[in-house]
């Protein structure tokens, strides 16, 4: 299935194989439109130029078998100027970040203020600086954190990996533990907020997420770990599920908004971490974990919090009550 790269005008239709199911849709077209521009393939979603079972579709609906894709023409790939040349430098800082490879799966420790992948004005990420330094690999990210999120990243090496990580995924079958810095003293003990979340485009393209009745389903666990006087709470998160800013927006609509968070955090507070610091959100993929399906194996990987970030918490002030650390910090 390749799509008309000689630039004939033809329109193609495909249909989704068995290998298929499951996989996003925009992840499809890029593997199947080589040498064409990510920005180019969205350009194509946004334009409703291509279709799935004759109806517009979003880069993130999911794939079944026998879907039918229409494929619309596109330039040749040599009309396209080269891409830009990955920096060894950043090459060199993805692979030190690799922390476990086996040959179904790469595990990254994303660094903050990387995205996992190019768009929006960036010619790169984390995928195609692994892409440009593995030629030849079918590397496909798992899922994905925020551009200032570090932490546990999942990139599957083969096809039936990825198809498997994404039902264990969608059947919120992989455990995802986070490490955030909240705002103030959190009193709640260990709290389950479960809470719709809606998702909206600003003026300019920003999407937005907030609490709504008419939202996705979302749940989040959150468990306190240190409290630094009435300053802030170190706590331990668990994601139910996997929204959009789900932890930010969850955080801040319980009145503890996430350390460092400008779109939904505190500026106040944001301006007093910074005394401490603090030169970006705090919050940190600290834990994946699930079982592969057929054998059951378990597998598991941790990701020790950064250094910048653990040298915040060395700075802020501990109370004489904070000393033994806070109640109810263990979460399942």
Known sequence: MSPDLAG??????????????????????????????????????????????????????????????????????????????????????????????????????????????????????????????????????AHRLDRDTSGCLLVARQRPALRELHALLREGQVEKHYTTLLEGRWVLGRKTIDAPVLTHLRQGGERHVRVHAEGRSAATVFAPRQHYRELATLMEVRLLTGRMHQIRVHAAHAGHPVAGDERYGSRVFNAAMREFGLRRMFLHCAALAFRWPGSDQRFAVTVPLPDDLAAVLARLPLGRRDQAGASGSSPA
Request: zero cysteines.
């Open 8 to 141: 004939d005008g033809r329109v193609r239709r495909v249909r989704a194989g068995p290998e298929d199911a499951g996989q996003r849709l925009d992840n499809f077209l890029l593997r199947e439109f080589k040498g064409v521009p990510r920005s180019h393939v969205y350009r194509l979603l946004r334009r409703g130029e291509v279709r799935v079972n004759g109806g517009r579709a979003k880069p993130e609906y999911r794939l079944a078998a026998d879907d039918e894709i229409r494929l619309p023409p596109v330039r040749p790939a040599s009309a396209d100027p080269a891409p830009p040349r990955v920096p060894a430098s950043l090459r060199q800082t993805i692979r030190e970040a690799i922390v476990y490879e086996d040959p179904r799966l790469l595990v990254i420790a994303k660094p903050a203020g990387i995205a996992v992948h190019g768009g929006s004005g960036l010619a790169f990420g984390v995928i195609e600086v692994l892409r440009a330094d593995r030629p030849g690999e079918e590397l496909e990210l």
